[in-house]
């Protein structure tokens, strides 16, 4: 039986992380964009963005669908990659709840592909896309307890301010006083 990765909560900019992995709350195009997204591609500079073309001119031409996840060079980042996963859009008429879970499960798994054992995680669509900040966290912790496995052995929540930091360590203590 393999460890559960140990998970942290990092109040701070991923940009920054010193990770094997960071994963980019990407939009479909994989070509850069505003929030988390834009601040990856300008930190990390052009290699990132030359190789997301190379996977929009293959196998991702129609851009990479919601709750999937694909890597990259992390570029000038002091991560190693950079795994880009699509979050939905929430939306109160329609649970998405299982493609939010799906982007973390898939980040967990090309992370671990790449032999990745720290990953650096931001609130993914809790920005622009919506989804609420309690069951975003709620959410994530779960799918991370559930699917990290591998050479992962560490998982990094980065929040960018300290409301975002203070209820994911709420649905953090939750989590754990559940399992």
Same mark, same amino acid.
């Given at each position: 039986?393999?460890?559960?990765?140990?998970?942290?909560?990092?109040? #701070?900019?991923?940009?920054?992380?010193?990770? !094997?992995v960071?994963v980019?709350?990407?939009?479909?195009?994989?070509? #850069?964009?505003?929030? +988390?997204?834009? *601040?990856?591609?300008?930190?990390?500079?052009?290699?990132? /963005?030359? @190789?997301?073309?190379?996977?929009?001119?293959?196998? &991702?031409?129609?851009?990479?669908?919601?709750?999937?996840?694909?890597?990259?060079?992390?570029?000038? /980042?002091?991560?190693?990659?950079?795994?880009?996963? +699509?979050?939905?859009?929430?939306?109160?008429?329609? !649970?998405?709840?299982? /493609?939010?879970?799906?982007?973390?499960?898939?980040?967990?798994? $090309?992370?671990?592909? /790449?032999? *990745?054992?720290?990953?650096?995680?931001? =609130?993914?669509?809790?920005?622009? &896309?919506?989804?609420?900040?309690? !069951?975003?966290?709620?959410?994530?912790?779960?799918?991370?307890? @559930?699917? =990290?496995?591998?050479? $992962?052995?560490?998982?990094?929540? $980065?929040l960018?301010?300290?409301?975002? &930091?203070?209820?994911?360590?709420?649905?953090?203590?939750a989590?754990?006083?559940?399992?």
């Open positions: 039986m393999t460890s559960r990765p140990s998970i942290v909560l990092v109040r #701070g900019d991923i940009t920054e992380q010193d990770t !094997d960071i980019n709350a990407a939009n479909s195009s994989l070509l #850069g964009g505003g929030g +988390v997204d834009g *601040a990856i591609h300008r930190r990390g500079g052009p290699a990132i /963005l030359d @190789e997301c073309r190379k996977l929009r001119a293959g196998h &991702y031409g129609r851009g990479l669908p919601t709750g999937r996840a694909v890597a990259t060079t992390a570029g000038n /980042l002091a991560a190693r990659w950079v795994v880009h996963t +699509v979050g939905p859009v929430h939306s109160p008429e329609e !649970d998405r709840s299982g /493609l939010l879970a799906s982007c973390y499960r898939e980040s967990l798994r $090309v992370a671990a592909e /790449l032999g *990745a054992e720290t990953v650096a995680f931001p =609130a993914i669509s809790t920005g622009i &896309y919506g989804w609420p900040m309690d !069951d975003g966290a709620r959410i994530a912790i779960r799918t991370v307890r @559930e699917e =990290a496995a591998g050479p $992962v052995r560490e998982v990094r929540f $980065v960018f301010d300290q409301a975002a &930091y203070e209820v994911f360590a709420t649905a953090l203590a989590g754990s006083a559940e399992g």
